[in-house]
């Protein structure tokens, strides 16, 4: 006993010089707010969907589907066993063709290796493995600016994260599409894995038009670029699915032969509703049926395997249910406009109150002219925390707003405050 004290009064912990990490610059921020006692505070921060009284709005389409499924589940029709490593068989060629389109001759071909993943941000890191371990790449190129997650993504595989040309420097709110072009012409080697956001960027919000994309992929063309596409807002950008995969469509459009090989990552947190249930994928297209195979197999076995197994079965069987049975997948439909449509009308609803009190000098047009659920104010860092501290207003300190958490009633509170800042605070 006298040797067990004498060892424990010596033993150090594996933990003891750990230092504490910072928060997450967004979850921090809602954490913030949680916590805050202003009943007038406004949490436009966080990426999620909120109904015009600031409530959470899960889907009817997906009442209906979790309904389904407990009646299968009580009736002893399905089960709760694994899934096999690649996902939910179902939902594989489902969650493909929704993506590329039921027509896709990249799906007939059988070019696509499609594997179930845990969301969009597990569908990058699937992705990243992969690109690591399995092609060998060591790089990829992101959009300045990018979601803030993407270069923890990649870099936690070993990829080395750099940037090409997006938003115009000049105005900080357009894009600056021949800049991104000479990047992509000449600042970006041949060959090289080049992340692109699918529709509504984040942060900016902005996007290139159809025929700016064409022009892009003739460029990945000719310089062999492999396009990654995060598309983490199908459907929830505009209301209209195949509108927002136009970009992806435009790329594997392109013959095998000039475009063999490109990566697409699928999230069905935001156009489902479905953040909690982590339902995503990774789709690798390749040059044809038997790289197609070799691939799916290396994700099987080396990357997904030993990372966790097998992905998770609820969520998959109600993404599934809105994706293949007609009636949900029309009502899931008219609820990705009518959220579409709520978060265009708070853009539209927020410029005119700007406009209304002057302003502060500035144009505010821009918010209407992006597209999706975030708009890229233009304000400052400076601003950005002046808002919080002088008036409860919370947005992301490079001026990002989610529009889909702002209520009609908060806009003029949010526009009084934002006028406010501006005339005050460079």
Known sequence: ATSVMRLSRVARSLWAGVAPVPADPILGLVARYRADSNPNAVNLAQGAYRDDEGKPFVLPAVVDAERRVAEELAAGTIDKEYTGIEGYVPFLGATARFAFGEKSPILSEDRVATVQALSGTGALRLAADTLAKVAGVDSIWLSSPS???????????????????????????????????????????KGSVVLLHACAHNPTGVDPSLPQWEEIAQIFAARSLVPLFDSAYQGYATGDPDVDAAAIRTFAALPAAIMPSMLVAQSYAKNMGLYGERVGALNVVTGGADQTAAVLSQLKQRVIRPMYSSPPLHGARLATSLLEDPALRASWRSDLARMADRIALMRTSLVS?????????????????????????????????????????????????????LRSADVDTVADAIVAVVEQVQ
């Open 147 to 189: 979601w803030g997650n993407h270069a923890k993504v990649f870099e936690a595989a070993g990829l080395k994260t750099q940037s090409y040309t997006y938003l115009d420097q000049a105005t900080k709110t357009t894009l600056d599409f021949d800049g991104l072009c000479r990047d992509l012409e000449s600042k970006v080697p």
């Open 353 to 405: 109150a700007l406009n209304a009190r002057g302003g502060g000098g500035r144009e505010w047009g821009h918010i209407s002219d992006q597209i999706g659920m975030f708009a890229y104010t233009g304000l400052t860092a400076t601003q950005v925390d002046a808002l919080l501290e002088d008036h409860g207003i919370y947005l992301t300190r490079d001026g990002r707003m989610s529009l889909a958490g």
